[in-house]
């Protein structure tokens, strides 16, 4: 099956397996049912086997799964078994709560450097990313090989700084910017709208009363 035809639902749902897999090899678990994890995740063990028959399967009738392989394999689905460099664009409180996550090296994403307009943060550091001028982004992304932007700044300023980003080769975008933004085919654009998560799980809490 073309990775095209299959559904951003199971796609979504890739990442809560590969955490939950992680938590198996931590607990010392060498291999697991379709049953179990579905206890496990509150998802269907048919659910389960659908989602990964997307892929080829990787279970084994009357053993279940090898935990550490299908971890491994749903890495590399992921494309997270290799390490993707990145460059936040803002440095403020959101730009700097992301670059001192310390997840993101743990999956694979390293944060190569911060880019800011204030000259009041020039030259600091968060995590050992150092935040410089936007003069240098364009440079950087080219001689660094950068493939993810996160966007943390003003929708204001953002979609210049995306089309000089994207011009020096930018693959991915995380977006925090509250802008719809509009790149070639070749580009992901990762749409992240705190404000309207928080409006959804308002709406969610309302429907309980």
């Known amino acids: 099956m073309e990775e ?7 796609i979504k749902r890739l990442p809560r397996y590969f955490r939950y897999l ?8 060498e291999r697991i049912s379709s049953g ?3 206890r496990r995740m509150n998802v269907t063990a048919s659910q389960i086997r659908q989602d990964l028959n997307n892929f080829g399967g990787f279970g084994q009738q009357g053993y279940g799964y090898n935990v550490k392989y299908l971890h491994s394999e749903i890495a590399k689905i992921l494309g997270i078994d290799k390490i993707h460099s990145i460059i936040i664009v803002g440095a403020g409180n959101l730009g700097k709560a992301l670059a001192n996550y310390a997840n993101f090296e743990k999956r694979g994403f390293v944060v190569k450097a911060m880019f800011d307009t204030n000259e009041a943060l020039i030259g600091k550091e968060c995590r050992g ?3 410089r001028p936007m003069s240098e982004m364009e440079a950087f992304i080219k001689d660094n090989n ?9 929708k204001g300023s953002a979609t210049e700084v ?7 080769g930018i693959k991915g975008i995380w977006n925090f910017a509250h802008i719809d933004l509009e790149v070639p085919d070749n580009v992901v654009v990762e749409n992240v709208h ?14 309980l009363h």
């Not at 095209?4 to 199971?10: D, G, R, T, Y």
């Open 22 to 29: 992680e938590e198996l090899i931590d607990s010392g678990v």
């Open 4 to 10: 095209n035809e299959i559904s951003l639902a199971v």
């Open 129 to 131: 990313a150092v935040i």
């Open 36 to 38: 179990e994890l579905s």
């Open 146 to 154: 950068i493939e993810i932007l996160a966007l943390t700044i003003p």
């Open 194 to 207: 705190l404000s309207e998560s928080l409006m959804t799980l308002s709406y969610n809490i309302t429907r």
């Open 162 to 168: 995306v089309q000089t980003a994207i011009k020096a």
